[in-house]
């Protein structure tokens, strides 16, 4: 079974910057596509960014510029790198593995 577990989450004014991480446990991790979404309060989770087992990376509009996905293999870790964060960019922020397996998420606020 795989768990993946976040961490990182917190609070920051606008412009701050945040670094969450995702390890996971269990299942192949260095073949998988690795990925980030978020839910704000009231509306549906939305993707965020993902990297794929070759490192191709996408990245939702909405972030691009400001946030930087990374993985390491050898860790089993995934890692999501936010700069310039803005009051939308609030949420619950999960990883997951193959878009099969979630973990419970972090929290991330941005007050203005």
């Known amino acids: 079974q795989v768990q993946l577990v976040e961490s990182g989450g917190g609070s920051v004014q606008t412009g701050g910057s945040l670094n969450l991480s995702c390890v996971v446990s269990g299942g192949v991790f260095r073949l998988n596509t690795m990925g980030w979404f978020r839910q704000a309060p009231g509306k549906q989770r939305e993707f965020v960014a993902d990297?794929?087992?070759?490192?191709?990376?996408h990245y939702a509009d909405s972030v691009k510029g400001r946030f930087t996905i990374s993985r390491d293999n050898a860790k089993n870790m995934v890692y999501l790198y936010m700069n310039d964060l803005k009051p939308e960019d609030t949420g619950v922020y999960s990883c997951a593995y193959a878009r099969l397996y979630w973990g419970q998420g972090t929290q991330v606020t941005v007050s203005s």
């Open positions: 990297i794929s087992h070759i490192d191709i990376v």
